[in-house]
T-cell receptor, first 114, second 111 residues
Framework: GAVVSQHPSRVICKSGTSVKIECRSL??????MFWYRQFPKQSLMLMAT?????????EQGVEKDKFLINHASLTLSTLTVTSAHPEDSSFYIC??????????FGPGTRLTVT | QKEVEQDPGPLSVPEGAIVSLNCTYS??????FMWYRQYSRKGPELLMY????GNKEDGRFTAQVDKSSKYISLFIRDSQPSDSATYLC???????????FGRGTSLIVHP
């Protein structure tokens, strides 16, 4: 159990466009979902924490108007990168937690902005 | 100084070797310690989860926590090429459910 999926796994978009990434908990209800960003050979950097039905809590330095997070249900959270720029190219990983202790990670989405 | 320090490697070992991966930390409030394995272009997978000091063993993996030295280790016995991955340590305080991650150590086990 505790499987988390992400879609798409890879996306290439042009500068100025918006991209939506979905994160789903497939076999459990996630009270909390997390969005991370990871640059090559770097650690996971938490971007935001979201609870179903409420606004996401963003980490310091993360632009909430640029990285829109919607946690519509207990099994789905979406991250939309608005007006993407090449510097937004990165590996985005979500995780889901059902008990606020253990996080189960998705397989990640590689975003390339040209 | 970062809260969690981890040597990025790469660490290259022959098949069958005992591997030692380590992290140091500065926040004495950390009580929960995790090790994740991350294959290339994949999300992290939880390997070991320990609370406070001591050892925990699971198959070929042993996690060790020394809170007095603020030092944690992951040992892999009889390493296999399939163990080649990046290993991330993570830790969190008792009142928080958000861990702080190390930058990961790249491990290469060659046949």
């Amino acid at each position: 159990g505790a499987v988390v999926s992400q879609h798409p796994s890879r996306v290439i978009c042009k500068s100025g466009t918006s991209v939506k990434i979905e994160c789903r908990s497939l076999d459990f209800q996630a009270t909390t979902m997390f969005w991370y960003r990871q640059f090559p050979k770097q650690s996971l950097m938490l971007m935001a924490t979201s609870n179903e039905g409420s606004k996401a809590t963003y980490e310091q330095g993360v632009e909430k108007d640029k990285f829109l997070i919607n946690h519509a249900s207990l099994t789905l959270s979406t991250l939309t990168v608005t007006s993407a720029h090449p510097e937004d190219s990165s590996f985005y990983i979500c995780s889901a937690s059902r008990d606020n202790y253990e996080q189960y990670f998705g397989p990640g989405t590689r975003l390339t902005v040209t | 100084q970062k809260e969690v320090e981890q040597d990025p490697g790469p660490l290259s070992v022959p098949e069958g070797a005992i591997v030692s991966l380590n992290c140091t930390y500065s926040n004495s409030a950390f009580q929960y310690f995790m090790w994740y394995r991350q294959y290339s272009r994949k999300g992290p997978e939880l390997l070991m989860y320990t609370y406070s000091s001591g050892n925990k063993e699971d198959g070929r993996f042993t996690a060790q926590v020394d809170k007095s030295s603020k030092y944690i280790s992951l040992f892999i016995r009889d390493s296999q090429p399939s163990d080649s991955a990046t290993y991330l340590c993570a830790m969190r305080a008792g009142g928080s459910y958000i861990p702080t991650f190390g930058r990961g150590t790249s491990l290469i086990v060659h046949p």
